[in-house]
């Protein structure tokens, strides 16, 4: 055999050798360079139900203030927008709304990702009843209310909200209001958003909105006691206090149950590891979220854990 073709199967060896490696390392390196995001690191995507956007836009200040590295973008719309895009946008890797998933939804999501989200709530909210504030119709009941939206009291007074489908406002009097019955559309306004609701009963004598008391309850947020220069907090009937019948939705009203529109606070993460939207999620229940929530006048519900320790000292 010549020394050729020895050299030139010992080249043809070599380049198999050098491609080998190549892709070896090629395939390594593209491993190592895809990074998941962490608690700590990255950006992620989420969708919030625009009535909570006042005290959401707080959470995320706070939460990426903490941790530099991070990025929380936010899209405010619709709650059925939110769930539409917790299922159909993979980007889209949290949710904040007023509800957990129910079965049906469970279902889809353990056969289409092989794991269901993780949800829970984290704190109650009011549905606040405003009107404008030279109005002196300031007291509601759920009957009212019930009689008013299907529209067995006239045409007088106009009910505003943030949108006539497809918003948790609009859900919650439909199924805790209405108990299922429609809305009379003669006597039922939607405008875009829960600042235009604001925006219109403040223009108009005879109007009624529906917003989340996150919009309007907080006394510390100079927007919020500008506006309630222009509307008022309606009074609602308490069924379950003797001594004071009709309450406003104050964080005592909220956590006590005496004021009767209140509604869950909820996060859904679509995650099957500790990512940035687990990390948020825990940073919303725990101690500094839930002093966000404390602050802006909602119901907060501090999480808390159980350990074991034991105690040396002798009694």
């Not at 491609?19 to 950006?43: E, H, M, R, W």
């Not at 299922?87 to 794991?115: P, Q």
């Not at 687990?278 to 350990?307: H, K, P, T, V």
Request: proline share 3%; charged share 25%; net charge positive.
């Amino acid at each position: 055999m010549s020394r050729k073709i020895i050299y030139g199967k010992a080249a043809k060896a070599v380049v198999l050798i050098i491609l080998i490696c190549f892709f070896a390392f090629g395939c390594n390196s593209s491993d190592q360079s895809k990074v998941y995001d962490s608690p700590s690191k990255g950006t992620i995507h989420i969708s919030v139900d625009e009535s909570f956007r006042p005290v959401l836009e707080e959470h995320i200040k706070m939460y990426e203030s903490t941790y530099p590295g991070t990025k929380i973008i936010a899209d405010y719309k619709p709650e059925a927008a939110c769930f539409r895009d917790l299922i159909k946008d993979s980007s889209t890797r949290m949710i904040i709304v007023t509800r957990g998933l129910n079965a049906k939804e469970e279902k889809f999501f353990n056969d289409s990702l092989n794991y269901v989200p993780v949800w829970n709530d984290v704190a109650s909210d009011a549905i606040t009843i405003v009107v404008n504030n030279k109005s002196q119709d300031t007291l509601f009941t759920i009957d009212r209310l019930k009689k008013q939206l299907s529209g067995a009291m006239g045409k007088k007074q106009t009910i505003v909200f943030d949108g006539l489908t497809a918003t948790s406002s609009v859900r919650y009097a439909v199924d805790s209001i209405l108990r299922g019955q429609p809305f009379d559309t003669s006597v039922v306004k939607a405008v875009k958003n829960s600042r235009e609701v604001l925006e219109y009963v403040a223009s108009d004598l005879n109007a009624i909105g529906f917003v989340g008391i996150s919009w309007i309850g907080n006394p510390e947020d100079s927007s919020q006691v500008n506006m309630l220069k222009k509307v008022k907090m309606a009074w609602v009937q308490c069924c379950n206090s003797v001594d004071s019948p009709y309450v406003k939705p104050t964080q005592y009203g909220i956590l006590s149950q005496r004021y009767p529109l209140v509604r869950g606070l909820y996060y859904i993460v679509k995650e099957n590891y500790t990512g940035l939207g687990s990390g948020f999620a825990n940073f919303l229940q725990y101690e500094r979220g839930q002093l966000i929530f404390r602050r802006a006048y909602l119901g907060a519900r501090m999480g808390f854990a159980i350990r074991n320790v034991r105690i040396n000292e002798k009694l």
